[in-house]
């Protein structure tokens, strides 16, 4: 049952990450991460009660905080980028950094990852050569997205880390305040720019399943990780971009190319042997 969790788990947040790419191909990604946030943040309100043995600590709260404001910062990169190179392309890089940052951090912290994650880390440079490589015009949309993936990967990972620093027994308060935060400094940032706050008609559709979605991937995780190994579940769940990259292939014609190809292949085996390790 747990994995079945981290299952729909993966697949919600691959869909919500698709429907956040379009919401950005008609309205600024700022302005889809404060609605989806605020969405998800009036949904978490509600479910929260039910999570955890007691009232959260502040600094469980502080490190929610943290979390948030890089998270969101990473969240508006990706909807960017989503709208404007190969979903297929910044997804996968995305969920390679996004996963890899942890383990470099935790080296770095003194920590001695399992020979599988150094096996994984080993792939991951020739996945992230071979994900962009096309011979036709889209090349140089796919190094964009290349390095946009990076960078979402980064914050993404920093999110994980921050995260991680909170009590089992906050429950999802935490990631509450993560969203409080980002929808905070996501409408600072699009007053600041002149950006609108609130979506277009056409757009709100897509940015409340957006939000939707991002909630209940998160929900279902933690309810898979409470009962579940954190690797086991880690290894379903950073698979998310596949849900991405399938609908973008569906809806948007998105072709990969047989080098691109055997890139995933190597991202995706690269995320899995970090996780379990």
Not at 119 to 137: N, T, Y
Not at 248 to 270: D, F, H, K, N, S
Request: proline share 4%; no cysteine.
């Amino acid at each position: 049952m747990p994995l079945l969790l981290a299952a729909l788990s993966s697949v919600i947040f691959g869909v919500g990450d698709f429907a956040g790419g379009m919401a950005a191909r008609r309205v600024p990604a700022v302005t889809v991460v404060v609605g989806a946030h605020l969405t998800g943040l009036l949904g978490l309100a509600v479910v929260a009660p039910f999570f955890g043995s007691g009232g959260p600590a502040a600094s469980d709260l502080g490190w929610g905080v943290l979390a948030g404001l890089g998270g969101s910062i990473g969240v508006a990169l990706l909807y960017h980028a989503l709208a404007r190179t190969p979903m297929s392309v910044t997804a996968t890089v995305a969920a390679l950094v996004g996963t890899a940052v942890p383990v470099l951090y935790g080296i770095l912290t003194g920590e001695r990852p399992a020979s599988l994650a150094g096996v994984g880390m080993a792939l991951a440079l020739p996945a992230l050569l071979l994900i962009p490589a096309r011979g036709d015009a889209a090349g140089g949309r796919s190094l964009a997205g290349l390095g946009y993936g990076v960078a979402v990967g980064v914050f993404f990972g920093l999110f994980g880390i921050l995260i991680s620093r909170t009590g089992s027994s906050s429950g999802v308060w935490p990631l509450f305040a993560a969203r409080a935060a980002s929808v905070l400094l996501m409408s600072i940032v699009a007053l600041g720019s002149r950006r609108p706050l609130l979506a277009s008609r056409g757009a709100r559709g897509l940015v409340a399943i957006t939000g939707v979605f991002d909630t209940a991937a998160n929900v279902l995780f933690l309810l898979a990780v409470r009962v579940e190994l954190l690797s086991l579940v880690a290894v379903i769940t950073s698979l998310y971009p596949a849900s991405t990259v399938g609908l973008a292939r569906v809806v948007l014609g998105e072709r990969v190319g047989r080098i691109q190809a055997m890139g995933m292949v190597l991202a995706v085996g690269a995320v899995s042997l970090i996780a379990v390790a």
